[in-house]
Structure formats: C-alpha cells, structure tokens
C-alpha cells in the first residue's frame, strides 16, 4: 500500500456535450475575447422611453360643514 493518497474530484457545473448549442456559444465567446471583442452580459438595455406628461384637474371634496352651510342658504332663499 502506498502512503501518497489519491483524491477523487468532482466535477461541478454543466456537463460538457459535444456539438451541443452551448458549446458552440462558449466556442464564439472565446473568439470574440480573443480577438480583443469587449463582451457584456447581461440584460439589454434596451430603448429609451419616451413618456408624455398628463395632468388631470381634480376637484376638492367640500367638507360636511361646507355642504351643510351650502343647503342652510339654498332653503333661506327659497323659503323668501
């Protein structure tokens, strides 16, 4: 028996297929890294929006007093 131990690692990540779709994508990545390409990942950007302003006119609730004292003077001129 020796006294140098072996060690078995395990390989992690995604397996490695030949000709598959994602080989070829790492295959074009390193290219283009290569070739001194600068490659972002990630989400795109994507087109600025242009937003167009609303402004919406809202009138103010009248309080119960104020409706109160609105219905107070419409029945004193009715009443003359």
Do not use: C, F
């Not at 242009?50 to 103010?60: F, H, L």
Request: no cysteine; aromatic share 0%.
């Amino acid at each position: 028996m020796s006294k140098t131990e072996t060690k078995q690692t395990v390989k992690r990540g995604r397996p490695i297929v030949a000709g598959s779709k994602r080989q070829a994508v790492l295959a074009m990545r390193d290219a283009k890294r290569n070739a001194g390409i600068e490659i972002k990942r990630g989400r795109p950007a994507g087109t600025k929006k242009v937003t167009t302003d609303v402004t919406v006119e809202v009138k103010a609730k009248a309080t119960k007093a104020q409706k109160q004292a609105k219905l107070a003077t419409t029945a004193d001129v009715n009443e003359a």
